[in-house]
């Protein structure tokens, strides 16, 4: 697989270069291998996202100074601590620096998404030992429904890491935001950690590229396909490969490149009521299902739809475990009526041909 690098060009949100819009290749990439090691599918997640059982915890920062922190680029890192019970029922407070990060829940959430960044020593035998400056997110609003909106985005990972191990892991957490200044608890709301790229990469013994221009000979086909039809189960139109917006670019060992996505908030397996697809796009709302999956050899698909029909009777039985039945009776039930829409589409012929691999991106 080669990877091109192209700075010349810009992208919008839901935008995606096909082959025949993108430019001729500028520079060949070449990113050293990581050392030979044992295969990516033996690897295990970190033994912080092994638990399927909520953390209660209690961060507390100076909140008025992180809401004012509207710039993620050049936002500072603010002391904060968080106190924990473990499902163990182990506890203790350990000392974190939050940043801002994001686009748009930075500039309209009433608090805002933050990266936390754990010291190694003192989080030395606790449960977030080993984490590398994760992602927590958190609720827009303090409202039911935009802890709902967390909940749901929360199952669509778990989804997600049922069908290939190039995805993010995640833990949820029953989480109170404290005001330093005054000790007030301003909010108790579900949220959850998502593992770093870093340690992504690492755990698929890879690397984590930053190269934009990704091209659909650029992707591993099979990783490629899970992804593509993945974001057309869920909704999603929200992602870029060639800009990597909302897309991360794992190396692996043998050079190929596996594509990875995030930030499902957009989709329409969501249906957030802030969510808006791109104006380009021929469909009107995010519950309106259109194929943003770059084109992979026809032999691919197949397979793609066998594994998704494989993990059918999982991916709904997450709906009813113990993390599912967090979600209201009505959003649960809508949320599997919508996928049962997906699984229609792939398993008629004709639909998958017009609606799927006619529809990918990237035909010459």
Known sequence: ??????????????????????????????????????????TSVSKFFRSQTPIVATLTTNVGRLRGDKNAATSPWRPATLSYTGPDTAHGTV??????????????????????????????????????????????????????????????????????????????????????????????????????????????????????????????????????LFQYMIGNTDFAYGALHNVELIQMQNGDYWPVVYDFDFSGAVNARYATVDPQLRVRTVRDRLYRGYCVPKEVYPKTVSLFNEK??????????????????????????????????INNPRSLKNEIIDACLGKG
Request: aromatic fraction near 10%; charge should be positive; hydrophobic fraction near 40%.
């Open 95 to 228: 000392p974190v620096r939050l940043k801002t990060r994001g686009i748009w829940r930075l500039k309209n959430c009433q608090f805002p998404p933050v990266r936390l960044n754990f010291t190694g020593e003192t989080v030395k035998h606790t449960p977030f030992s080993g984490l590398d400056q994760p992602k927590l997110v958190n609720h827009c609003r303090d409202e039911d429904t935009y802890e709902q909106y967390v909940l749901q985005e929360f199952q669509l990972y778990r989804v997600y890491n049922l069908l290939t191990p190039a995805s993010h892991a995640v833990r949820l957490l029953k989480l109170s935001y404290a005001d330093s200044g005054n000790g007030k608890i301003l909010a108790t709301r579900y949220a959850y950690i998502e593992e770093a790229p870093g340690e992504l990469a690492s755990r698929l013994l890879g690397k984590q590229s930053k190269l934009k221009g990704a091209r659909p000979d650029d992707l591993e086909p099979n990783q490629s396909a899970i992804v593509g």
């Open 1 to 42: 697989m080669r990877l091109v690098i192209i700075t010349l060009f810009a992208f919008g949100a839901a935008t995606s270069l096909s082959a025949a819009q993108a430019p001729p290749a500028l520079t060949a990439t070449k990113v050293a291998k990581a050392p030979k090691a044992k295969s990516a599918d033996s």
């Open 312 to 345: 059918k009777d999982a991916i709904y039985a997450l709906y009813k475990d113990s993390v599912g039945t967090l979600l209201r009776p009505g959003i649960a039930d809508e949320t599997l009526k919508y996928f049962d829409e997906f699984y229609k589409t």
